[in-house]
Nanobody
Framework: QVQLVESGGGLAQPGGSLTLSCAASISFFKDYTMGWYRRAPGKQRELVARIGSGGSTYYADSVKGRFTISRDNAKKTVYLQMNGLKFEDTAVYYC?????????WGQGTQVTVSS
């Protein structure tokens, strides 16, 4: 049973930081590319960042230089370090495989950037 559980969201001020975690109950976790996605109010879900099995990373232009994705294969956890938060980063953040596997969306974690 695949389960993805996101945590670490909350309220942050512009310019602030948050670190999100995604605990994954996935067999052979280390072999999969994992991604962080977000859905902002009134917008479609988008890919924020992804990390491959070998550690290669990709970032959306909107977060490049501010966010860092990482993984701990021993803990089967993916992280998203978010620095320099902006109002437009407000969204529900989810982790999932990359490419997406629709059956495995978790509840997500809310990130709100507000002064």
């Amino acid at each position: 049973q695949v389960q993805l559980v996101e945590s670490g969201g909350g309220l942050a001020q512009p310019g602030g930081s948050l670190t999100l975690s995604c605990a994954a109950s996935i067999s052979f976790f280390k072999d999969y590319t994992m991604g962080w996605y977000r859905r902002a109010p009134g917008k479609q879900r988008e890919l924020v960042a992804r990390i491959g099995s070998g550690g290669s990373t990709y970032y959306a232009d909107s977060v490049k230089g501010r966010f860092t994705i990482s993984r701990d294969n021993a803990k089967k956890t993916v992280y998203l370090q978010m620095n320099g938060l902006k109002f437009e980063d407000t969204a529900v953040y989810y982790c999932n495989y990359f490419p997406i596997r629709d059956a495995y969306w978790g509840q997500g974690t809310q990130v709100t950037v507000s002064s």
